[in-house]
């Protein structure tokens, strides 16, 4: 009986071309993909949500109120005869010393609106804070620092958004706040 040497299989070189072949096709694929841009595109998104949820309790307590303001937000000055153009920290405390030191858009902010008044009365289920911050959380449960602002125009229009967006897939940071 004569005995067949002849294997059938892949040999050793075969198989090191084919995972050397896969990696460089993975490694490609990742680089194109750019995931860092993925994730700043998604901290973006939710900035947005946050500015917007932020704005429409704002707006949605003030139709609840007669079309008044928040008591915080008149007692800091936005509402002066002509609109204050200064950008407000929002924060869960009335306390101005927080504002010290943020940049806002390459910008100082006047300082800070408490609108902790929005999440004790149900406007808001939390407070949102910036995606990409450390959360100051205080023993009480509150967030210090959303680094979000707020403006109120010179037409009564608020305006709110966010400190730190990211540029993402952009070609530039986009500058997130909306005005209502």
């Known amino acids: ?73 008149t007692t800091n000055g936005f509402l002066d005869g002509v609109g204050n153009q200064n950008n407000f920290l929002i924060s869960t405390k009335d306390d101005n010393a927080l504002a010290t030191g943020v940049t806002c858009n390459g910008g100082t902010l006047a300082g800070v609106v408490d609108l902790k008044e929005l999440v004790d009365k149900g406007y808001l289920p939390k407070m949102p804070f910036d995606p990409n911050d450390i959360q100051v959380v205080q023993a009480d449960g509150d967030v210090d620092k959303s680094m979000y602002y707020l403006r109120v125009e010179a037409n009564s229009a608020v305006t709110v958004g966010a400190c730190s967006s990211e540029k993402g897939s952009a070609a530039t940071a986009p500058i997130v706040e909306v005005t209502r």
């Open 1 to 73: 009986m004569k005995k067949d040497n002849n294997k059938e299989g892949f040999t050793l070189i075969e198989l090191l071309i084919v995972i050397a072949v896969m990696a460089i096709l993975t490694t490609v694929v990742f680089v194109a993909l750019n995931p860092l841009a993925r994730f700043q595109d998604s901290r973006n998104s939710r900035r947005w949500s946050d500015v917007n949820a932020i704005l429409g309790a704002i707006k949605l307590n003030q139709v609840d109120n007669g079309g008044a303001y928040l008591p915080s937000v």
